[in-house]
């Protein structure tokens, strides 16, 4: 059948003010999540992770919460520069057997676009 | 340090044909990922590597696979190429699996398929 673009939901802010970028994930058995950032031509750019032992985590700039009871996971981006616009995709990771596996299940991303 | 190398960048092939894309994961790292993102599909899984056997595999048909050598350098090749193979292979590394270790990534090989 034909491939059909992702519709991506998009963020739009104005410079200066913070982002907050919604995410959730699939499976209530995963323990271990990340949020990348990827710019047009680029690979994913790790940004913070957060493991389901932890609510929050703070990283300079941008602080993960994580709610395992509805199986959300929150992206907070303060004080937004224009440099911030980009694609963001959270992923969430399970272990298997006493070991994690090397996959990672990603959603499917935000478009942040900052106005300056 | 530097970080994961893919090449070659771009790459473009026809129907039928086959290719292989290289990845060099950061020094010390010993899994590799490999993840296929396209606009319809997103992000997704192909397979994990770790000291030279696949530990994971995603959801893609047989003419997709990989290798990995003694130096942690993986391969993945796609042979009789299809239309829908176009898109952005990305491959990642972290130290070990056990852990959960932090994934990155490379830039990426963009092919496509005519």
């Known amino acids: 059948g034909e491939s059909v673009g992702l519709h991506l939901p998009t963020l739009s802010v104005q410079e200066g003010d913070n982002s907050i970028i919604n995410c959730a994930y699939s499976n209530s058995a995963s323990d271990y999540f990340i949020w990348y950032k990827q710019e047009s031509g680029k690979g994913p750019q790790f940004i913070i992770d957060i493991r389901s032992n932890m609510d929050k985590r703070q990283g300079q700039r941008v602080t993960v919460l994580l709610n395992k009871t509805v199986k959300h996971l929150s992206l907070q981006i303060a004080a937004t520069q224009p440099g911030d616009s980009a694609v963001y995709f959270c992923?969430?990771?399970?272990?298997?057997?006493?070991?994690?596996?090397?996959?990672?299940?990603f959603g499917k991303g935000t478009k942040l676009s900052v106005k300056p | 340090k530097a970080g994961v190398t893919q090449t070659p960048r771009y790459l473009i092939k026809t129907r039928g044909q086959q290719v292989t894309l290289s990845c060099s994961p950061i020094?010390?790292?010993?899994?590799v990922s490999w993840y296929q993102q396209t606009p319809g599909q997103g992000l997704q899984f192909l397979f994990e590597y770790f000291s030279e056997t696949q530990r994971n595999k995603g959801n893609f048909p047989g003419r997709f696979s990989g290798r990995q050598f003694s130096n942690s350098r993986s391969e993945m090749n796609v042979s009789t190429l299809e239309l829908g193979d176009s898109a952005l292979y990305l491959c990642?590394?972290?130290?070990?699996?056990?852990?959960?270790?932090?994934?990155?990534f490379g830039p990426g090989t963009r092919l496509l398929v005519l």
């Open positions: 990642a590394s972290s130290r070990v699996f056990e852990l959960q270790e932090t994934q990155y």
């Open positions: 020094s010390g790292h010993r899994s």
């Open positions: 992923a969430e990771n399970r272990a298997q057997g006493g070991g994690s596996q090397g996959n990672l299940i």
